[in-house]
């Protein structure tokens, strides 16, 4: 028998890449998550293409939502030889199948691109291939086995699964394992990504049974949000400004998934109550248009009191005035329209999707505003825009920032450090015999260890990539 241990092959002194490897007594091996590492330049290219260990050792994945850095790397880890089950709530399997078909488009294409423009250049091509193809992705959606949260399901012998809702995105789960041994039961938990109190589209974070060890996200260990009240109002005043005053557009750069559709549906809010000024609103993004349409079908899933609204607006995400916008070409006639709009598009980071084409014509206009709604890792051209730069480098140009940069921060799908804090009150700190703090840069971490210290929690951990621990 050997001890039970975990490995930490991601999202250790990061946000990205999470990959957590339960190694169990009986040989067995649980991966929690597999995701991509993201934003850190050519260094990411090197991390994604070596897990850590041999893909086809794992018998199970276990997967708590369906953003890329939490899920891209399924492919390839099939690709490599993984032919165990996916354990995913029903939504995150929806939602995985349209990210990773898109991380796959995106990847073959740049691909492609960067191809090319050696071959003009005649330069040395680095011939290392996208990650994976979109050839890749069926055979990894054959392995998932949906799983409805709260319902304890037996994924290997002498352990048991248990997704509670996470409250992040639609499907987001955190993850309970009860792993039988001969010392007895050890409970173990993952945070996954930890979400938010506030009125929003997903419900609250759930509580969960007490845990023996807790592997807990830590992005906003060190910061609070500010009041989410205000949110839809302060949205509301800058299209105010933006749009109506200066008739300049207002570009948000958001995540297809969970951002664009509350986004939406608080423009769909203010279009009931006769409040939407007469802008148009551009969705130019076909991945936020096909992950709206998943939001729709599992709407069941979505708070309360969005439940209440459906019963009288069929469409929360949809109003008169809004053009989902599948078509480049009606993407690129986008860039020379006049008049004010509103362009929501992705990605949310600003790395890569259409998103660069908004940037590229629009900043350069003092009456435009790009209004950054979520995270931007560090490394990103998010993060670089947030800086406020004179000038940026886009498609060989240097293009100047004329146009207002602003954030929203109260639209993070993260919890800040309060929230989480609040997410593991749950929990009798002196029957926790391990807490390992992961998916935060190391200030957050710090912060957020501090707190739970001073909370009660012992045998806090903040470990490196690749750092194994014994259980
Ligand atoms: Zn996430």
Known sequence: MMPLSITFHGAAGMVTGTKHLLDLPDGKRILLDCGMFQGEGPASNALNRRFGFDPASIDALVLSHAHIDHSGLIPRLVAEGFKGPIYATGATMDLSKILLLDSAYIQENDFRYDAKRARKQRAAMDEVGPLYGTADVEPAMELFRPVPYATPTEILPGVTLTFLDAGHILGSASVHLAVAGREGVKRITFSGDVGRYVDRLVPEPRPFPQADVIICESTYGDRDHPPATAAEEELLGHVQRVCVQRQGRLIIPAFSVGRTQEILHALNKFFNEG?????????????SINATGIYRKHAGLLRPEIQKELETDADVFGFPGVEFVREAARSKELNTRPGPAIIIAASGMMDAGR???????????????????????????????????????????????????????????????NELLRWISCQDPSLVQRVFLVHGVDRAREGLAGLLSGRGFRHIEMPKLDQRFGL
Do not use: K, W
């Open 275 to 287: 409040r939407l000024p007469r802008v148009p609103v551009f969705v130019d993004s076909p991945l």
């Open 355 to 417: 998103i660069r084409h908004h940037l590229f014509h629009g900043l350069p206009h003092p009456a435009n505003a790009v209004l950054i709604v979520g995270f931007c890792a560090p490394g990103t051209f998010g993060e670089r825009l947030l800086q406020r730069p004179e000038v940026v480098h886009m498609y060989g140009e240097d293009v100047p920032v004329r146009a207002e940069i602003r954030t929203m921060e109260s639209y993070s799908a993260h919890g800040d450090r």
